[in-house]
């Protein structure tokens, strides 16, 4: 760090990233708050309203400052810059959150390090994969009165593995029961997989699908709630997946036709699987959804996005009960290599590389249609090429503007329309229905008139 930069950052003041202080007490706490978080800066010898009070840099000083982070747990990486009389200790992002002290587990809240309180914690603990859904015991399932024998003796034919033994021994050696007192416990994962009913135990795991008359995904023609253990599900959606995908048809000179479809079938399949094997479960609200619009099937995901992610170089595996069921079948492999696999068989069967976007909560993955199918439809194919960031963007704005048409839209029509029917129309969670209404009234297109039972919606004013 050079003064000049030094200056800039006094200047502009503490925050996320950015820690002045005074002295050395009470660092283990900015410590641990900037490895829970995004990493960041301590500014030793600086106040807090940005003056230079100096502190005496020394060698011993940074041996005592890396003694503290080194009795972390675990340990955090640090480094340090000196400036003048100024010792700059640079915080990474923990690879092996969360982080601890002494006092507590910190994380930053704006330009404050706050110590979690019990909730936070457990959230966090759920978020960075400490605690993992699959693996907890669901004690109200009771076998074998909930257990289905059908479809674990499916699972066997499909995983080619031979019934030796009991079926309780095969169970814990799967990884999704555990035997206590002569009594079999089973995980959600043997629930997800094995249950009569997994979703009497754990609703949110149905998989919604829609069919959409327009584009702007505003006249829905066929919904569904698939259902079912999640190797069913995944079959469920790709059968609806196969029931409206158009077919075109190459003429070869030979008595048989070659069937040309609209979208490769393996490549959503593997992006369904995707989505159900690292869905994030402990959030109840959110379904995973597949939309089929007229020119393109989009994959919504609820997941959590953890640490250090980045697409196509980190192997992420959020719930590894559930990955390794899946790849006993066949149905994925337990070596994240399925944003890979997508790529060979669109580069394969001549089909788009789907578009792929993510943020902090949702993955969204967007098929368009075959360039091979609509050359042979007669229609004109896409501009080929990746996209760039900002088209990456208008891509995202657009969709978020399309919502925000369709919910203006309902509302138009029915000002008496509640947040569950705007939800049953839309497709959308509840949390991104409330998400969209916040939006339009915070731009004073919308106003509530009158309580939340018998009310209305009232339109102000819609963006020109």
């Known amino acids: 760090m050079t003064k000049k930069e030094l200056n800039i950052i006094l200047k502009e003041g503490e925050g996320y990233k950015i820690e002045f202080k005074e002295k050395v007490s009470n660092i283990e706490k900015e410590l641990v708050a900037f490895a829970n978080s995004s990493g960041g800066r301590i500014l030793l010898g600086v106040t807090d309203d940005g003056k230079i009070k100096g502190i005496n840099v020394t060698n011993r000083l940074k041996s005592m400052i890396q003694d503290i982070a080194n009795n972390c747990r675990p340990p955090i990486k640090i480094s340090f810059e000196s400036v003048g009389n100024v010792l700059v200790v640079n915080v990474k992002e923990g690879e092996d959150k969360p982080y601890e002290c002494t006092s507590g587990f910190y994380k930053r809240m704006g330009p404050n390090s706050q110590k979690m309180t019990r909730n936070e914690l457990i959230r966090f603990f759920k978020a ?80 919604t699908v829609a069919l959409f008359k327009d584009e702007a995904g505003v006249d829905i023609i066929d919904r569904k709630e698939i259902t079912g253990s999640l190797f069913e599900i995944v079959e469920g959606v790709m059968k609806f997946v196969r029931l409206y995908t158009k077919v075109a048809y190459r003429f070869t000179g030979r008595p048989r036709r070659e069937n040309v479809y609209e979208y490769a079938f393996d490549a959503i399949r593997e992006a369904v699987i995707n989505s159900v094997m690292h869905k994030y479960y402990f959030e109840h609200g959110h379904n995973n959804i597949l939309r089929f619009f007229p020119d393109r099937i989009r994959i919504e995901n609820y997941w959590q996005k953890p640490g250090h992610f980045v697409l196509g170089k980190t192997v992420f595996r959020r719930n590894h009960i559930i990955a390794d069921l899946f790849s006993k079948i066949h149905f994925g492999e337990k070596m994240g290599t399925g944003f890979e696999r997508i790529r060979q068989i669109c580069k394969k069967e001549k089909a788009p590389y789907p578009d792929i976007e993510f943020n902090e909560n949702y993955f969204y993955v967007t098929f368009k249609q075959s360039y091979e199918y609509l050359k042979l439809a007669g229609k004109r194919p896409p501009k080929e090429g990746p996209l760039t960031t900002t088209q990456k963007q208008k891509t995202v704005e657009k969709t978020v503007e399309k919502t925000v048409e369709k919910i203006l839209h309902l509302i138009k029509e029915n000002p008496k329309i509640t947040m569950r029917e705007i939800e049953r129309v839309t497709g959308l969670s509840r949390r991104g229905v409330e998400w969209n209404i916040a939006k339009l009234k915070k731009e004073g297109q919308i106003k509530r008139i009158g309580p939340d039972r018998g009310g209305y919606w009232q339109i102000v004013a819609e963006k020109k």
């Open 128 to 207: 960075e994969g400490k605690i993992r859904f699959d693996e907890l015991i669901e004690p109200k399932f009771s076998y074998p009165k909930d257990f289905d024998k059908g479809k674990f003796k499916r699972f066997l034919q499909l995983a080619d593995i031979s019934r030796v033994g009991s079926a309780e021994k095969l169970l814990v050696s799967l990884g999704v029961a555990e035997k206590q007192e002569g009594r079999l416990y089973f995980n959600n994962a043997g629930i997800l997989f094995f249950a009569k009913e997994p979703q009497r135990f754990i609703p949110w795991s149905v998989y």
